[in-house]
């Protein structure tokens, strides 16, 4: 069951992986960036957050239950390592990879979710219960994240500012 108190890590699978934390996500559909994200299934599988040598969290390890269609999705993404046989994917945010440290026991059940867009596009939804503020401030100061459903992500707001100058 989701922690309704605490608010969910969205990452949209994109070209390069796009970050939200949203304090009430809703149940059906959502808004990351521009296009309508709709859930496909929740409660599937469990994650944990993957850390560098100074324990900042640098991506996400998602274990679905079983083999499931995200992970085929996410094999050619350049910022993924994927493991079909086990099961398993990795996610790297900033352009870290490979460089998690093992030793924090944060895997976490029954707030996981999977989304997809119209367009093909997946993403995770993770809760943050284990985070500290500063862990969360971290993400969401992070490139390519927002804080807002509603709004674009950071990056394309960074973007349209410096074309606008």
Request: proline content about 6%; hydrophobic content about 35%; glycine content about 8%.
């Amino acid at each position: 069951m989701p922690d309704i108190d605490s608010p969910a890590l969205f990452v949209a699978l994109e070209i390069k992986p796009q970050l939200y934390i949203i304090s009430n996500p809703g149940i059906g559909a959502l808004m990351l960036g521009t296009p309508e994200y709709r859930l496909v299934e929740s409660g599937i599988g469990f994650y944990d957050f993957l850390r560098n040598r100074d324990m900042a969290i640098i991506g996400l390890r998602f274990s679905p239950f079983g083999h499931h269609p995200i992970l085929d999705y996410a094999l050619p993404l350049s910022y993924t390592y994927v493991d079909i046989k086990r099961s398993y994917m990795e996610v790297y945010f900033r352009g870290h990879r490979g460089l998690s440290i093992t030793g924090t026991a944060e895997q976490a059940f029954g707030d996981d979710a999977v989304w997809r867009n119209e367009m093909g596009v997946y993403a995770l939804q993770v809760g943050t219960t284990p985070l500290t503020q500063g862990e969360l401030d971290s993400l969401s100061s992070s490139p390519r994240s927002s804080t807002d459903q509603s709004s674009a992500s950071l990056w394309d707001n960074l973007a349209k500012r410096s074309y606008k100058n």
